[in-house]
Every structure is written in C-alpha cells, then in structure tokens.
C-alpha cells in the first residue's frame, strides 16, 4: 500500500464536524475510514441544477430559490414557534420557515445571498418552504453544496436526536472529496477502463456524490459495479487456482460397488457421469469443491451416498448436512436399508435428542466409531469432534451462510466438499453465488417422475375453488398437501396460524375427508406419525408450512395448493412443488395470488 492510498484509511474524524459521537454513529454503519464515507452511495439524488424565479413557482413542486435575505423574525403560536426568514428577488417575496428553532436566527445575516431548496408550499398568496436545505452566498462560498446541480440524498445515519442527517453527509462528502480526490488511487488497468468505458475512479466516486450529469451519473455507478465484480471474481480465480492439498481417495471400491448393485434401479446417464466425476475429483491429491444441482427428484442423494461411501472405504468419516430436522430425518430413512446392508455405522444428531444422547454419539464420532454422521445445525456444535473428516456434504446449500460452512470444514483437515441444491440456478448466477465451485447438474429424471400443471387461482375465487376441489380429492380418493402463508419465527405464531388455516379448511370444505396439519415446530415422535398416517393414506390432506419444502417424500401427492404464494421466493415455490407427482403420471399444484400481485410481477 502507497502512501497516498493509506491516507483514504484514516479515520473520518479528520472531517470537520466530526467528533466522538458522530464518528460512533457513522462506525455503527460501517463507516470508520475515509474510503468508506466515499463508498456511501446515496439512496436517491434530487436535480437542483435550475434555480426558479419566485413568481415561477409552484405548489407541491421540489424547486431551488435564490434571494437575498429581506427580514427575519419568529410568529408564535399555541404550541410551536415558527422563525420565518424572507427572501426576496427581483421577480417576489417568500418565506423559509423552521419550526420551533429559535437558534435559526444565527444563520441568517441580513441582506446576504441564499440559495434554498425543498418541497414549495403556499400560505394565502406566500410561497413557503418549511426546513429547506440551503447554502449563504458569499466570497468563500462560491460553489453550491446543496443546490445547482444534481444532489445527492443519504440515508439518515442514527435515530431521533442522535441521527445525522442526509445534509451533514452530503457536506463530509464533500469535503472529504475535495480533500482527498488527489489521493484515490486507481485499481482497473487503463486498457480494460478503455474497452469498457469506464471512467477513472477518482471521476466515478465524485460523480457518484456530484454528478455532472445523468449521464455521468450512470457511468459512475457502472465503474464501480465492475470494479466491485472485477475483483470479486479476480479473487475467485486466485482461490480456484489455490488448491488445498488433500488425501487422495484411492483404495479399493467395494462398498462403492456394493452399493451400485444393491440399487433396485438403473442410474440415469446424468447420475453415472457425476459419480463418474465426482470419483475422479476425489482421486487427486487436493480437495474437491463441487456444486451438485439437480430438481427435485433427479437422484441427488444417491450421487451423495456414492460419495459418502468412497470416502468412507478410504477409512474417513463423513458429515452430512441437512438444513431442517424433517429433511436430516428424510434423508437418514432413506440410506439406512443401503448402509445397514453395507455395515455402515452411523448416527443422526439433531437439537431435539436428550444430552444423554448427544453425549454418546459425540464419543462416537470422537473415537471414529461414527462413520457417517447426518445432522441438521447441530453438527457444527464445539462438542463434535472428528477423528478423520475426509468429506463434508451439505443439502440446500442456500439455507446455509458461509460462516456456518467454513465452521463444519474446520472440523476436519481440508476435507473433499459437496454441496447439493435443488433450486435452478442460471450458469452466470451460479457463477456468482458459488464460483468457488465445480457446478455438475443432474439433466435427466428418474423414470417414473410425473408432470406437474401450474394453475394460479385468485382469492376472489377461494371459496368457489375449495367447494369444488375437495369434491375432486373425494371422488378420485387422491392426496393432497395445502401449504401455509407463514415464515417458520415462533412457536406460538406458528402453532395458531397453522390451526386457524387447518380448521377453517377442516370445517368449511374437508367435512368427510381425513386430514391433519404439520409444522416444524412439532416432536419428531409426532411429525413421525402423521406423515407415516399420511403417506399409508389414512390421512388425505396435509396442511403444512414450508417445513416440507425439502426432505418430504410421499410418492403419490397429486395435489399441492399454496395459500399466500407472493410471501414466497421462487426457489421455495419450486421446492413445495416438486414434492408432489413424484410416482404418478401428473400433478396439479394451485398458487393463490393476487391480480395486483400478478401484473406486479
């Protein structure tokens, strides 16, 4: 770092008006240096570049004045005290009036040139601006801060009498760039700044605050968006580049090959060639980092499993992942019959278990007794300690922050990595989101998947709908989950809105038909047996929150409705759909939306 480039790290107190308090209070927003005061982009700009005549003005328009101070005095009333200030051009007379500021009077020599602006309003026949921002003309203030040109609006910095205002910013900003300007150095080689017309940073960070010009403005704010993923993908490369050294997965294959022939089914072209990959990758002497997408249903957990096992025959443990118990659980059901057949030994560790049991399956997993272990959070407790972490899989990949991956690869010695998403990700936002990893995406589906018709209902048509949907599910003796509007937060919310939705459905339509309701707030022991009850059909209707979203797997659903789908992001309205039609020919899933929710989006 040059010299020059460290002053921009020094500490905002430098400014003036900035002491102690405001510097705490610009630090709680993460600004602490001068860089970042002029990395504070603002939230919108208001163009001040025309001054009007006072004759020429308008009610409710945003518009810059300039005059002469005339007079000045207070007016007061019964609970506040106004201090007006007069200004006059050569076109009228207004007033600027500030409410209950008697220190006002201060500011306002007579007969001095000032430069007001704000939202005009009209009092009788006087055009008024009430707390304008405004700047006094004179021979050490030529140049307008807050008017005259396009001006930048912050956010307000703080709260009630500790906040700083979006006028205070935008004079540190400005000072800090006429300061400081000469000091910026660049970062974005001169012939990359040339193909793609950018401008130099220092003439990007003053026209992000000052623009010249719309135009300019623009340009400002593409500059640094490339210069932000310039070096956000700079840094990518340098990490893909720097490889971890790893152990090898070399040894003999079989329980790999086992495995592959206690399969009741034939792989898809797409799942051969991600083991086929996968068992290369894990082959070299440097870990693996790998993205495996697939929809719903294409085979991901077999792809996993593979994976589990070459590492575990190579004499490592495993850590799988999950980001809900319902979906540990699932998955934890849905290997036991191969890795008992295998003689696997593994556990599942969830928050719900005793600390009696917790406690023994951490001794497990310390002497290396565990070989695979499947979790939900829990795993990346202090108190989980391998013996020989070889390879970290983790479901959902989206569910998880970054923290919390790095935290369960810490647990082992730069351990081979392999995520899983069932949400469709574009190869550019895969990029972005994951460019630390190899994508590998399962194309086909397993045979059998069935297809799945998207209707959208409006509420207007709620009660028409379920009338006559219910008559369906009872003639054709079918299945069918109804999803809840609500975000997983509280016990208690959770418990009585879920109700209220699965007593209304259950007394106003569902009269003669089986149906229950699910959340994840509920005992294992409990959720257990009503989806055991619903997938053998002794329950029909499964009203739910998106605890099903990942992880259900009940075969022959044929109905999905989703009640309040503009509360959900479309990752989780895929996920909820591709949880039914999963072994019959079709399935119909209805989203309930608004129109104006609709023509919104």
Not at 96 to 120: E, Q, R, S, W
Not at 152 to 165: D, E, Q, R, V
Not at 580 to 601: D, E, P, Q, V
Request: glycine share 6%; aromatic share 12%.
């Amino acid at each position: 770092m040059t010299e020059k480039t460290s002053d921009l790290f020094i500490s905002i107190d430098k400014l003036k008006g900035i002491g102690y308090k405001r510097k705490k209070l610009f630090s709680k927003y993460g600004i602490k240096t001068i860089r970042d005061l002029l990395y504070f982009k603002p939230k919108r700009y208001i163009d001040r570049r025309r001054i009007k005549k006072i004759k020429d003005l308008k009610e409710d328009e945003e518009a810059v004045v300039m005059g002469k101070i005339f007079s000045r005095g207070e007016r007061k009333g019964r609970d506040r005290t106004l201090f007006i200030v007069i200004i006059k051009d050569n076109s009228g007379f207004m007033e600027l009036v500030f409410v209950n500021t008697p220190y006002m009077k201060d500011y306002f020599p007579l007969d001095k040139t000032i430069v007001a602006a704000g939202k005009i309003k009209r009092y009788g026949a006087v055009f008024q601006i009430f707390h304008p921002e405004f700047e006094i003309i004179d021979k050490r203030n030529q140049d307008l801060i807050h008017a005259g040109k396009i001006v930048p609006i912050y956010t307000f910095i703080g709260s009630g009498k500790n906040k700083i205002s979006s006028l205070f910013i935008r004079r540190a900003i400005y000072e800090a760039i006429g300061e400081y300007y000469n000091y910026i150095p660049e970062t974005i080689p001169e012939q990359i700044r040339e193909k793609f017309g950018l401008l130099s940073r220092r003439e990007a960070l003053r026209n992000l605050h000052f623009p010249e010009s719309h135009d300019k403005l623009d340009k400002a704010l593409f500059t640094l968006k490339f210069e932000e993923f310039f070096f956000f993908f700079l840094k990518l490369f340098i990490y893909k580049r720097r490889k971890k050294e790893a152990s090898p997965f070399l040894k003999k294959r079989e329980l790999t090959e086992k495995f592959l022939s206690l399969l009741p089914f034939e792989l898809t072209d797409s799942q051969k060639k991600a083991i086929k990959e996968i068992e290369i990758s894990l082959s070299k002497p440097y870990a693996m980092r790998k993205l495996l997408q697939g929809d719903v249903g294409s085979g991901k957990t077999i792809v996993a499993l593979f994976s589990a096992l070459k590492a575990i025959e190579n004499g490592y443990q495993v850590a799988f992942m999950a980001p809900t118990e319902i979906l540990a659980e699932q998955h934890y059901e849905t290997m036991n019959e191969f890795l008992d057949k295998l003689n696997i030994k593994y556990e599942l560790l969830t928050g719900t278990l005793s600390l009696k049991e917790k406690k023994e399956i951490y001794e497990k997993i310390r002497k290396g007794e565990t070989q695979l272990l499947l979790g939900t959070h829990a795993l990346l407790e202090e108190k989980v300690n391998f013996k020989n972490l070889g390879l970290v899989i983790i479901d959902e990949q989206h569910k998880f922050g970054v923290s919390q991956r790095a935290r369960l690869l810490s647990k082992g010695k730069s351990p081979h990595f392999l995520v899983m998403t069932a949400t469709p990700i574009p190869r550019t936002l895969a990029l972005t989101l994951y460019g630390d990893l190899d994508v590998i995406t399962l194309k086909e589906m397993p045979p059998g998947r069935g297809e799945i018709e998207t209707k959208v209902i409006y509420y207007e048509n709620r009660e028409e709908f379920y009338k006559k949907f219910f008559s369906a599910l009872k003639r054709e003796n079918a299945k069918a989950y109804i999803i809840a509007p609500l975000i997983e937060e509280s016990d208690k919310i959770i418990t009585a809105s879920i109700v209220k939705l699965y007593k209304e459905i259950k007394n106003k339509w569902a009269q003669n038909i089986n149906i229950a309701y699910i959340h994840g707030r509920m005992k294992p022991e409990e959720r257990e047996k009503i989806m055991k009850k619903f997938k053998n059909g002794e329950i029909k209707v499964l009203v739910a929150t998106t605890v099903i979203e990942v992880g259900i797997d009940v075969p022959d659903v044929k109905y999905m409705v989703i009640e309040g789908a503009e509360r959900f992001g479309l990752s989780t309205l895929h996920q909820l759909r591709g949880r039914i039609a999963r072994k019959i020919k079709k399935g119909y899933c209805f989203i309930f939306c608004s129109k104006k929710c609709l023509l919104r989006h």
